[in-house]
């Protein structure tokens, strides 16, 4: 069975940081790109960073770029948000998904085919 299973969520006051891992299992995704979203309450799904399969290219939603840093390890099959600056509006469930055919990085949503189940980011002020 494929997953990806997101961690590294939690509460966090402003101005902190957090840094989640999207590990997957039941299949390499080395080859592949892989995407984080959010969804906060009442909001639609937001596009917050991606990579491509080497991890050389990476694309950045407007309201994360220049604190968000997405990053991989393709030895330990696992990606990475580092998230610095944090402010209440980032305050989210947070996804990783991953697209298993295509190794180039997309900022849409529809792109990807494994979600995973998401972890909470709460950012108090």
């Known amino acids: 069975q494929v997953q990806l299973v997101e961690s590294g969520g939690g509460l966090v006051q402003a101005g902190g940081s957090l840094r989640l891992s999207c590990a997957a299992s039941?299949?390499?995704?080395?080859?592949?790109?892989i995407g984080w979203f959010r969804q906060a309450p009442g909001k639609e799904r937001e596009f917050v960073a991606s990579?491509?399969?080497?991890?050389?290219?990476?694309y950045y939603g407007n309201s994360v770029k220049g604190r968000f840093t997405i990053s991989r390890d393709n030895a330990k099959n696992t990606i990475y948000l580092q998230m610095n600056s944090l402010n209440p509006e980032d305050t989210a469930v947070y996804y990783c998904?991953?697209?298993?055919?295509?190794?180039?990085?997309?900022?849409?949503?529809?792109?990807?085919?494994?979600w995973g189940q998401g972890t909470q980011v709460t950012v108090s002020s």
């Open positions: 998904a991953a697209n298993s055919k295509g190794g180039l990085a997309s900022r849409l949503p529809n792109y990807y085919d494994y």
């Open positions: 039941g299949r390499t995704f080395n080859g592949n790109a």
């Open positions: 990579i491509n399969w080497s991890g050389v290219s990476t």
